[in-house]
């Protein structure tokens, strides 16, 4: 079956303490990315990631880290979080960016930090 | 800015109504995708119309397109509780940009 993994899906930290967000897709796609998910605000791109090792930022990088060493796997870094990182998180593939191709998404990671 | 945004931001309909939300975007487009979301959970896509196609059925789904306007429709027929979801349109770019998404409701 066609999908993309994300783990955890709930997480609650402390401000300052490292974390990192895993995300596997089993579809060989080529194009991977985060988005944050905020009330009124829609979604909006953290990172994505064109192939291995080609990483870049998208609309609201500050505070995040991503790496791509495998091709399933993109996961997201939270270097020393704070609270206002707290937000609900998806990683999507895709065969290509842009709307030409579907996006598959994670069931999404609900980040809280204190 | 690229991104698509819904209209309305909430829409309430009986079982067996019919709902329709649009979006409207701001450059011109390639292609444009609707997606659905259940309360929290991932997005699941729906039906990608590009822009030389001026409407796309799917089920009980029918998207239209006008580009002269900029705008897209989706429209789903006899709706089923299981619709209440908040639906996204996507459009072109060197990402997926995404609207604030319309909520919708299907009352039983």
């Known amino acids: 079956e066609a999908q993309v993994t994300q783990n955890p899906r709930y997480l609650i930290t402390v401000t300052g303490k490292k974390l990192t967000v895993t995300c596997s897709q089993n579809m060989n796609h080529e194009y991977m990315s985060w988005y944050r998910q905020d009330p009124g605000l829609g979604l909006r791109q953290i990172y994505y990631s064109m192939n291995v090792e080609v990483t870049d930022k998208g609309d609201v990088p500050e505070g995040y880290k991503v790496s791509r060493k495998e091709k399933r796997n993109f996961p997201l870094i939270l270097e020393s979080p704070s609270p206002n990182q707290t937000s609900l998180y998806f990683c999507?593939?895709?065969?290509?960016?842009?709307?030409?191709?579907?996006?598959?998404f994670g069931q999404g990671t609900r980040l809280t930090v204190v | 800015s690229q991104q698509g945004e819904e209209d309305p931001q909430a829409l309430s309909i009986q079982e067996g109504e019919n709902a329709t939300m649009n979006c409207s975007y701001k450059t011109s487009i390639n292609n444009l995708q609707w997606y659905r979301q259940n309360s929290g959970r991932g997005l699941v896509h729906l039906i990608l119309?590009?822009?030389?196609?001026r409407e796309k059925h799917s089920g009980r789904l029918r998207v239209t397109l006008d580009t002269s306007k900029k705008s897209s429709s989706l429209l789903i027929t006899a709706s089923r509780a299981a619709d209440t979801a908040s639906y996204f349109c996507a459009t072109d770019g060197n990402q997926f940009y995404f609207g604030t998404g319309t909520s919708l409701t299907v009352i039983p």
């Open positions: 999507a593939s895709s065969w290509s960016r842009g709307a030409g191709t579907e996006a598959f």
């Open positions: 119309i590009r822009s030389n196609e």
